[in-house]
């Protein structure tokens, strides 16, 4: 059999299992894994290297304006080309609904603003603010066109749908078999702390994550699990930041509600320290839930050991520190009037592989489920998610050993700040492919405008019971040993 493409020699990791293997590629899928295979018009050695499935960004903020109107740095084609850098293969952004915005102008718009773009095969998850009749009406038409998750928030004024609405939503999700994604934060605690502390005069950046205790979101988690357990949906909690959260999750995965979750890079990275930065630095850390604090940080990573959380994401939410991003409501804005929101979307998998898998934290079988193959199964990604015969030719080769200091150039994104610079990482991608299109190499952009595919996804899979484990490949007896040319 002669493949267009044949990597050869490297570490193939699965959710599973590691071990060395050569891939043969034709059309843009996986066509053979076996021990060795000859030929290969084009042949990559990846020799002394790990081969992954490609990153799968679930969370991400690309081309959308936050409810307050401020349009996020990065549109489809710096969104993606950053996420490619950081051995990313797909990505699914938002189509946010704003109030008053019919569901079919919020999708065109979307369509508008990514196919002309993105570098990367992309989704979107439908964000719904205003759940009117007339919208609800239409959601059955967008799981029809492959959009199976949506997103809603408990927090923030102009997003809030209050629990009556959040139960309209997972009601209609769980006829459709899609999943309701939530930002889960009780509003009302924080619009009472940001009165407290405005009434005292208490607005530098650091109020932020006071304003937003633990509480705030472990209350929120607790109610959203609840009201999606009164009418039996699926449901996945975002950017889970507390202990108190995550132990609220891996309580009701073990009782079997079908409930997924993920946390971010930032609450591992970062801690409130950082919101008290001189000057008006601070406001680079100011993203919703907050910061917390080291004890924190240790407590997640024990829930990404133990299997809480389905993925790590980057909740990419990218505002410059200027007056297009944090400071549209001036340069000394109260925390308040402060654009939410970090950049990430390129160091998600180089921090979680350095501080993960280098640092003996988490495996590399985690480090696949937690960056791919989990997104591809709770998202509905077919395809996608492991490298197995069959799926989309969606790869990521590694270097382990590369030592790289976190630069903003490096970034590739249109920010003015890295949350990550300076960090010292260990372990990077040097080679990204979306089916089978190389799109990054050796630090060089390979692919074009527009080259990626809007993906239609699956309904959510509730049939297994939910936690990682679940989520597993018996893929080594399905490889051949030896295929000739
Ligand atoms: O602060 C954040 N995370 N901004 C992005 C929007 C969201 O809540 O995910
Ligand atoms: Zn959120
Ligand atoms: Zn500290
Ligand atoms: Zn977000």
Same mark, same amino acid.
């Given at each position: 059999?002669?493949?267009? $493409?044949?990597?050869?020699? /490297?570490?193939?990791? $699965?959710? +599973? ?44 903020? @690309?081309?959308?304006?936050?409810? +307050? ?6 549109? #489809?084609?710096? /969104? ?19 109030? /008053?915005? *019919? ?19 992309? +989704?979107?998850?439908?964000?719904? *603010?205003?759940? *009117? ?66 009434? =005292? ?5 650091? #109020? ?17 699990? +609840? ?10 909690? !975002? ?6 959260? =995550? ?77 297009t991003g944090k400071f549209m409501n001036g340069a000394d804005a109260p925390y308040p009037k402060i654009a939410n929101g970090m950049p990430g979307i390129a160091m998600r998998l180089p921090y979680l592989f350095s501080e993960g898998v280098a640092k003996g934290r988490i495996t590399l079988g985690d480090f696949v489920r937690l960056s791919s193959t989990n997104a591809a199964r709770v998202f509905g990604l077919d395809r996608k998610g492991a490298i197995v015969p069959g799926f989309d030719a969606d790869i990521a080769i590694w270097n382990p050993d590369e030592k790289r200091t976190v630069t903003l150039e490096a970034q590739h994104d249109n920010m003015d700040y890295s949350p990550f610079e300076g960090m010292e990482i260990t372990g990077w991608p040097e080679l990204v492919m979306n089916h089978g299109r190389t799109v990054v190499e050796k630090g ?8 990626? %595919? ?5 309904? !959510? ?7 990682? %484990? ?12 030896? @295929?000739?040319?």
């Amino acid at each position: 059999m002669q493949f267009e $493409t044949v990597i050869h020699d /490297g570490t193939v990791v $699965t959710p +599973s299992e590691t071990f060395k293997a050569d891939i043969g590629i034709n059309g843009g899928v996986i066509a053979a894994v076996a021990e060795r295979i000859a030929g290969g018009e084009r042949r990559i050695d990846a020799g002394g290297r790990l081969v992954m499935p490609g990153g799968i960004e679930g969370h991400c903020h @690309i081309a959308q304006e936050s409810s +307050s109107g401020v349009m996020a740095a990065d549109d #489809y084609y710096s /969104g993606s080309v950053s996420a490619a850098f950081g051995g990313n293969s797909t990505f699914i952004p938002f189509a946010a609904q704003h109030r /008053g915005q *019919s569901i079919a102008d919020v999708i065109a718009t979307y369509d508008g603003r990514a196919a002309p773009n993105s570098v990367l095969d992309y +989704s979107y998850h439908l964000i719904i *603010s205003d759940p *009117s009749p007339a919208v609800l009406e239409e959601l059955p038409g967008v799981f029809a066109r492959g959009i199976t998750s949506f997103k809603v928030f408990m927090t923030y004024d102009l997003m809030n749908i209050g629990d009556a609405g959040m139960l309209d939503i997972l009601t209609i999700a769980k006829t459709h078999g899609a999943l309701t994604m939530v930002h889960a934060e009780n509003n009302e605690m924080v619009k009472w702390m940001n009165r407290r502390f405005a009434a =005292a005069g208490l607005t530098e950046p650091k #109020y932020h994550a006071l304003s937003r205790p633990e509480l705030a979101e472990e209350e929120a988690i607790h109610r959203a699990v +609840s009201l999606a357990k009164l009418v039996d949906a699926a449901l996945f909690i !975002v950017h889970v930041s507390t202990r108190g959260g =995550a132990e609220i999750v891996r309580r009701e995965k073990l009782a079997g509600t079908k409930l997924f979750a993920e946390t971010c890079p930032q609450y591992l990275a970062l801690t409130r320290d950082d919101l008290d930065r001189p000057g008006m630095e601070g406001a680079k850390y100011i993203c919703s839930p907050p910061l917390r604090d080291h004890a924190t940080q240790e407590g997640l990573w024990q829930h990404i050991r133990a299997g809480t959380f389905e993925s790590v994401s980057s909740d990419h939410a990218p505002y410059r520190a200027d007056a297009t991003g944090k400071f549209m409501n001036g340069a000394d804005a109260p925390y308040p009037k402060i654009a939410n929101g970090m950049p990430g979307i390129a160091m998600r998998l180089p921090y979680l592989f350095s501080e993960g898998v280098a640092k003996g934290r988490i495996t590399l079988g985690d480090f696949v489920r937690l960056s791919s193959t989990n997104a591809a199964r709770v998202f509905g990604l077919d395809r996608k998610g492991a490298i197995v015969p069959g799926f989309d030719a969606d790869i990521a080769i590694w270097n382990p050993d590369e030592k790289r200091t976190v630069t903003l150039e490096a970034q590739h994104d249109n920010m003015d700040y890295s949350p990550f610079e300076g960090m010292e990482i260990t372990g990077w991608p040097e080679l990204v492919m979306n089916h089978g299109r190389t799109v990054v190499e050796k630090g060089e952009l390979k692919a074009g405008r527009g080259d990626g %595919r809007f993906i239609a996804r699956k309904p !959510v899979d509730t049939g297994a019971m939910p936690g990682h %484990r679940a989520v597993e490949f018996e893929v080594a007896a399905r490889y051949g040993k030896e @295929i000739a040319p």
